[in-house]
């Protein structure tokens, strides 16, 4: 069984074993936060939802936290994290404000918040603790509100390979779009629906606007599955 990551190992050059795979894509990961927090707005947009307190589940250094901010136009943000040094970068780079930043058992749910977020968290987390995980974010959520999970796509051979490059993701145990839909239902969710993005390296980025009709196909380098809290 893969040991746990413990991610202030990674605080200080996170962006640096990041990349060790993400070189493959031509891509940084700004590209791909901003790419995702994008598609999230357009989804919440054709919904008419407008969520002003967000909680961004396992934020690392908090610049998706902050895209979050600017890109869903939200009053306010938490981000929540198991690392102290990330929580520290976090604090120091975007801290303030409508953004706060605090350890995942400094936050207590009480059913407050209007979205939740969260990228590339579950599958660093223990498959036995998934399904706590998932509840403690519907315990924060107020009924009938929404989490969007994103997650790494297993099906997709570039994720695969970009992941096997990366220090931290190298022997993380992934989740298929239907094994992630499973769990959320099975955590009180309804299921509002499921695309994939990130389908062309940059090397075929002319192709890329072709990625909104293609996103029900379970095939893209990250897939969303967004839900509602019933």
């Known amino acids: 069984m893969p040991t746990r990551v413990h991610f202030d190992d990674y605080a200080d050059n996170y962006d640096a074993a990041l990349n060790q795979g993400l070189t493959a894509t031509g891509e940084g990961k700004d590209y791909f936060a901003r790419g995702r ?28 936290s902050a895209l979050l901010l600017d890109l869903l136009e939200t009053e306010s943000v938490v981000g929540l994290d198991n690392s102290p040094k990330s929580l520290d970068t976090a604090k120091r780079n975007y801290g303030g404000g409508r953004l706060c930043f605090l350890p995942i058992t400094g936050y207590s749910p009480c059913e407050e918040l209007d979205l939740a977020y969260c990228n590339g968290v579950f599958h660093h987390i223990p498959q036995a603790e998934r399904a706590s995980a998932v509840n403690y974010i519907w315990r924060s959520l ?17 994720t695969r390979y970009v992941m096997s490059r990366i220090p931290f993701d190298c022997h993380a145990i992934t989740l298929t779009p239907p094994e992630a839909c499973a769990l959320l239902q099975d955590g009180g969710f309804r299921l509002v629906r499921t695309n994939s993005l990130f389908f062309f390296p940059k090397q075929l980025r002319w192709l890329r606007w072709l990625e909104p009709h293609l996103s029900q196909l379970p095939l893209g380098g990250q897939y969303q599955v967004l839900c509602r809290k019933i």
């Open 37 to 64: 927090i994008q598609w999230l707005a357009r989804c919440l947009w054709e919904l008419s939802e407008r969520p002003q307190s967000v909680m961004d589940y396992g934020c690392g250094d908090g610049s998706s």
């Open 142 to 158: 107020r009924p009938g509100t929404l989490f969007a999970f994103w997650e790494n796509n297993p099906w997709n051979l570039g």
